[in-house]
């Protein structure tokens, strides 16, 4: 990493005092994203999608990660793996919508066709008038290249190097504090599309880890006093929590309930509402202030609930969220102040999971090629 990138993290890894947070540069600017995508989003297992999205053999998903193009495939067995959105051809995007391949995946400019596994089936013609594979072509070394793909559930993650370690261990926290919920019983009932968001990614996971706005940003949609709040710090997995007498899910209108609010690092969320609610986040980071974002509600334990029931607790989720967006597109704006050239002043009891955050991005971006599981090698240059 260059050495004045580098010096910009300085005051973040060696303030005294109370901590800080990210510079405004880690937010702001195109070659930190670019070093962020080969690190951060490259190395670490990225959440890209659900599986009940890829319900039939031949549904595919076009996605991008770390700024990259990537296809997912229910394949002939049902499974679903992830191989680079491109033509070994020419290295044209082979989909770009969502949609049902059927058996093959047709590039559109010169027809060659893979099977749902990614090997070669057809490169009309590219050997001449009647040859389709010229001499020391061989179909089989120009398969699509796969890339390293786990399902967890109903989500879909994938690590673009290859190197990190198995899922199951970097998201072994999570999955202890999960533990409990009867996930066969677990029921998607509602999507919510937020399309792009004018914010960089870590804003949208540390507002979420973060309990300390919940009482202020969103006192009309929910009810859950600061000090009942507390903050989880466990390995990859971070975020908060707040424990209540009264159990209402948000289905008459309000959220007043015991809730979980967990992540795993880099880029999945996940809200646990008691007794019988679950909220996954998709966040896909497109830029240095472009975030898509996309919300499943689950039921758990069997519940059914009405339409109706369903509208309102839709309604109630687009209101958080979109409170939660202004926040972190006014973030954003934020960074464009000398003011934020050295990061805001964070609180040490609320805002420690910000700070465990931000502190994997550094040893990702700054470390001698580790995920974030790993030790980093390097220390600032």
């Not at 009940?52 to 990660?65: I, K, R, W």
């Not at 970097?170 to 937020?194: K, N, Q, Y």
């Not at 289905?251 to 509402?273: D, E, M």
């Amino acid at each position: 990493m260059e050495n004045d990138i580098a010096a910009a993290f300085v005051p973040f890894r060696e303030g005294e005092g109370l901590a800080h947070g990210l510079p405004a540069n880690a937010y702001t600017q195109d070659r930190f994203w670019q070093v962020e995508c080969d690190t951060v989003l490259a190395r670490n297992w990225v959440c890209v999608g659900f599986a009940h999205e890829l319900a039939q053999v031949g549904d595919t998903v076009p996605v991008h990660v770390a700024g990259k193009p990537v296809l997912l495939v229910k394949n002939r067995k049902g499974n679903i793996g992830a191989f680079h959105n491109v033509c070994r051809h020419r290295c044209l995007t082979l989909v770009e919508e969502a949609k049902n391949v059927g058996k093959l995946i047709r590039c559109p400019y010169h027809a060659w066709s893979y099977d749902l596994e990614g090997a070669l089936k057809a490169s009309p013609y590219f050997g001449g008038k009647t040859e389709h594979q010229p001499e020391g072509f061989k179909a089989e070394d120009n398969s699509l290249i796969p890339v390293r793909v786990a399902i967890w559930h109903d989500w879909i993650f994938v690590n673009l190097d290859g190197n990190a370690e198995p899922f199951e261990t970097c998201a072994a926290p999570l999955i202890e504090r999960l533990a409990g919920i009867d996930f066969d019983l677990v029921r998607p009932v509602a999507t919510l599309d937020f399309g792009e968001i004018a914010t960089n990614w870590k804003f949208i996971m540390e507002n979420f880890i973060e309990p300390y706005h919940v009482q202020f940003v969103h006192r009309t949609t929910t009810d859950q006093p600061l000090t009942d709040h507390y903050t989880i710090v466990d390995g990859l997995c971070l975020g908060s929590a707040v424990d209540l007498e009264q159990e209402d899910t948000g289905t008459k209108g309000g959220l007043a309930v015991s809730s979980r609010y967990l992540t795993l690092f880099p880029n999945f969320i996940v809200g646990r509402y008691f007794p019988d609610q679950l909220g996954v986040y998709l966040n896909i980071p497109l830029g240095p202030n472009r975030t898509a974002q996309k919300r499943v509600i689950y039921t758990t334990e069997g519940q059914v609930l009405s339409d109706a029931q369903i509208e309102d607790l839709k309604r109630l989720w687009w209101d958080v969220h979109k409170e939660d967006h202004e926040m972190c597109e006014r973030l954003q704006h934020g960074r464009s102040s000398p003011v934020s050239t050295e990061g805001g002043v964070l609180s040490p009891h609320w805002e420690d999971s910000v700070r465990a955050f931000q502190e994997l991005i550094v040893r990702c971006a700054f470390g001698d090629g580790e995920d974030a599981t790993g030790n980093a090698k390097e220390e600032l240059r």
